[in-house]
């Protein structure tokens, strides 16, 4: 009953993403969208002045050409583009280190774009950034198939990168073709193993529901990526955006998509596929060798609560004072704005202030019976995805952080925790004994499923 309700959710949500391609305005209000995220606006990004531990992602918004469904603000690269690129996202870093001071980075991660293009550019970013902050954390880096090589990968080992993020979508040389790509399914094997031989931990993306994919075509890549042994495999959803090549030839009637009721089909194949092959999975995530993965699963720069983002195009977010901002999307904008030495932020909000956020703490504090020091201290733990790592919590390490029993955590509303445990419990979705509180991956699994 539930698979099929999540079937039908998923039919409409395809069906639903073409159907506001073939909106005749949609594609000048998407264009319109863009375009109103090149301005630059005095916004300075508010960060909580210990930030020890923050991730930081680089966008390099360069590629070899545009494919088909990309609707990044990405151009093609050329070295007079790229060089003075480099130095801007330096002078950004430089910026960075005179609001934050001597802090230590977590992860850092190199999105695009298309970062292998200029990895020695990479090279040199990534020197600027240790020689003005500590990392602590993992250093990862987007590759493209045709860029890797023992060169590169090399060079890129000696700088302390450890994992990589290889898009590529389909081994399947037809259906490349139709998305503009640079390279052949066999480039991509031999890329990624070349990738996984040289120790880096390695993610690639494939897409579901391109025109021209069947569900043997999917079964047949995914075997494919499976003999490779590479650790970690997202399996996304194709989203059609009226601005990009495809939308607007959907919008003419020039091109076909698979039927929705066959893009299930291949997800159905895709979940069965790599579970049977001993994969784990959470949600699009498909994932081996869990202990390797651990809290490393924000890597690649989506999910970890307190990012920044530099570059053009990148989106920052700072907790717990709700703050998010967004640089120019605009490439001219953002070299003027940081020669400038402006932030190039083009939109921000920071919905509370330090002291606003006090006052909430103490009145959290009064009305659950703790010291309001207490409810940021638990807070700060619980939003910790570090915490949640392999879905389980572990009573005496909980006990630890926030000074409080699991069961106590709320103070004087404790007494609600049964009850908002009860149905997720009764439905096994979350078990519970003496040492942890655990989410049912079984469970979860047969529902996506
Ligand atoms: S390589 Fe990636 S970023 Fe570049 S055009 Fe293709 S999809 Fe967009």
Known sequence: MI????????????????????????????????????????????????????????????????????????????????????????????????????????????????????????????????????????????????????????????????????????????LLKGMNKRYDGDTAIKAIELLVDKGFYTTTKLLIGCPGQTVSSVSSDLKKVIETDLQQIYTLPLLILPNTAWGVQLAKGKIEFPPAREVVEMWRTTFDLLLSNGYETRAALYFKNKKALGEREYLTGHGHPFVIGMGVETESTVPPTLTGYANTFSFEEYIKAVNEDRFPVMMGVSILNQRQLENIYRLAGLLLGIDGKDVERRLNVLMDPNLYTDLRIDKEEFEERTGAKTEEVLGNLSFLIPFLLFPLKALRIIEEDSEKIKINTDVINRIVA
Not at 68 to 83: H, V
Not at 138 to 153: A, H
């Open 3 to 174: 698979a099929k309700l999540v079937q039908t959710a998923l039919r409409g949500m395809i069906e639903a993403n073409r159907a506001i391609c073939r909106i005749p305005i949609a594609r000048d209000v998407m264009k319109r969208a863009m375009k109103s995220g090149e301005a630059v606006i005095p916004f300075e990004p508010h960060i909580p002045a210990n930030s020890d531990g923050v991730c930081v992602y680089i966008n390099v918004p360069f590629c070899r050409s545009k494919c088909t469904y990309c609707y990044l603000n990405t151009s093609i690269y050329t070295e007079e583009r790229a060089k003075p690129y480099v130095e801007a996202v330096k002078r950004e870093i430089s910026l960075y280190k005179a609001k934050l001071g001597d802090i230590e980075l977590g992860d850092v991660y190199f999105r695009g774009g298309t970062p292998s293009i200029l990895w020695e550019g990479v090279i040199d970013i990534l020197d600027h950034l240790r020689s003005n902050f500590k990392i602590a954390g993992e250093i990862g880096v987007k590759v493209y198939p045709g860029d890797v090589n023992e060169e590169m990968c090399d060079a890129l080992l000696d700088a302390g990168v450890s994992r990589v993020n290889i898009g590529v979508q389909s081994f399947d040389d037809e």
